[in-house]
């Protein structure tokens, strides 16, 4: 309770709250840290019942995109990654809603007083948003700007004195969690321990990210890269899953004893007609598909497709439906152990495997549209590859095509993608060059974030495809 005193300015007997103050209540919530199985305590505010402008309240977080860049470019410029955990972070920031409680027992002699609640206390409908102003605040006195791509990816520009090298140091904020990107990382969050308090003992190497457990690796082409692997968070999943059937639907299911795939040979979601769920199931297949879909940014991108197939049917799930996520679940009880590697080695590229042809006919003299306001590039440049592809008709129902991407920066996965085309394409080649419309835009998108972020691009994207109508038709 001593770390969250300080949201309260508390009222003298008899004093009335200012005008305009909005009365609330606020309550104990207690939970279980997942990573380390730590009981946590918090007080927080019904800020549920408060009238605030939207405006006020959106909070962004870093981009796990970013953070796929971040951990390759620390690789390939060979600079240090450190991570730490800011403490009590939302009561650091002041608060701009007008509210007041009354004290329960847990403030000991205080109790039953009349207090101003002046910070983002949790529970509030701007705490976040008031957090992340005040970190930004923070993180301008300390010299460093947003990058106009990603607002919660912090940039200053740095030489590092062993060879002269010019980089950008990065600090990603999520929400309270900062990796430091820099030649001298430790240095740099020791500067912030000064203005928002670490957690003791969360300065350090990083271990477990966003959930993921981070760590550099040695490849076997001997180079070092950082690596995101979840099989913790898959794991104690997959318990909580086993869990809940055993306690609740061990009449009816279980998980199946052999999982090979993510979803059984032939099985189809939406040629599914069994009962529907009813309220209470429809709403635990729903958390399940949050989770799911969170392994899948973490790096369980072999199962991205089943559970892009799955989402379709959050509105009306069925008993198939469920059945499918307890068979994903069996699969990853017996694959838990994945890690995505962020391998900064620059890609062989046979040039011959593409024609260079003359449009300048049809477009003109063009060049590509550099952003007016981009950062001089620092630090090694790197080369971008996308390959895409489509499932033409996949949907057996609506006949709509299924759109598949991935796109590396040097030979890291940085961005992929499975998702429903939104037409009905009639022919292969419709279905495979929506698919590569929708690669292209994606990136266009990221060549625009690194060039924002400062790094440099060493030439065109690089796509590779299996139709060859939609190649010869781009050539």
């Not at 307890?326 to 062989?348: C, E, G, M, V, W």
């Not at 890291?412 to 279905?431: N, P, R």
Request: aromatic share 10%.
């Amino acid at each position: 309770m001593k770390n969250v005193r300080v949201a309260f300015k508390i009222l003298d007997d008899g004093e009335r709250p200012p005008p305009g103050f909005q009365f609330i209540r606020c309550h104990m919530i207690f939970d279980i840290k997942m990573e380390d199985f730590r009981r946590k305590a918090w007080l927080v505010a019904g800020g549920h019942v408060t009238d605030v402008p939207p405006t006020i309240t959106y909070s962004s977080v870093v981009g796990r995109e970013t953070v796929r860049i971040a951990l390759t470019l620390a690789a390939l410029n060979d600079l240090e990654v450190k991570v730490a955990d800011i403490m009590n972070a939302f009561v650091t920031a002041p608060t701009e809603e007008k509210i007041w409680t009354i004290l329960g027992p847990e403030f000991g002699n205080n109790q039953g007083k009349k207090a101003v609640i002046v910070r983002a206390l949790y529970g509030l409908k701007n705490a976040g948003a008031s957090f992340r102003h005040h970190l930004a605040d923070c993180m301008k006195h300390l010299g460093y700007t947003p990058c106009l791509a990603d607002p919660d990816l912090w940039m200053k520009p740095e030489v590092r004195p062993d060879d002269g090298m010019a980089y950008y140091a990065y600090i990603l904020c999520y929400v309270d969690d900062i990796l430091s990107n820099a030649h001298n990382a430790e240095d740099v969050l020791h500067r912030l321990d000064k203005y928002f308090m670490l957690k003791p003992g969360s300065l350090g190497d990083p271990d477990i990210y966003l959930g993921a457990k981070l760590k550099k690796m040695k490849l076997p082409n001997g180079v070092k890269a950082w690596a995101m692997s979840p099989a913790q968070y898959v794991h104690q999943s997959v318990k909580n899953v086993e869990k809940y059937l055993e306690e609740n639907l061990s009449a009816r299911w279980k998980l199946p004893s052999k999982a090979e795939n993510p979803f059984a040979i032939g099985f189809s979601p939406e040629l599914d007609d069994s009962p529907e769920l009813d309220p209470s199931l429809s709403s635990y297949y729903q958390s399940q598909i949050g989770i799911l879909r969170w392994m899948v940014e973490l790096g369980r991108i072999d199962m991205m497709t089943e559970v892009s197939m799955l989402v379709s049917h959050l509105a009306m799930p069925r008993e198939g439906h469920l059945e499918a996520i307890f068979h994903i679940y069996a699969y990853l009880k017996q694959k838990y152990n994945s890690r995505l590697a962020f391998d900064p080695t620059y890609p062989s590229i046979d040039m011959s495997d593409f024609k260079e042809c003359d449009w300048k006919q049809f477009y003109g003299d063009v060049k590509e549209a550099i952003p007016p306001n981009a950062p001089e590039t620092r630090g090694k440049d790197v080369d971008l590859r996308m390959f895409v592809d489509s499932d033409h008709a996949g949907d057996k129902l609506t006949r709509r095509s299924r759109t598949g991407f991935m796109i590396f920066m040097n030979t890291a996965l940085i961005d992929a993608l499975s998702k429903k085309q939104a037409t009905i394409e009639t022919s292969v080649f419709g279905a495979e060059f929506v698919a590569l419309k929708h690669g292209m835009e994606r990136l266009c998108g990221l060549r625009y974030k690194l060039r924002m972020m400062g790094v440099s691009i060493s030439g065109p994207s690089y796509i590779y495809g299996d139709n060859m109508s939609v190649i010869h038709n781009t050539q």
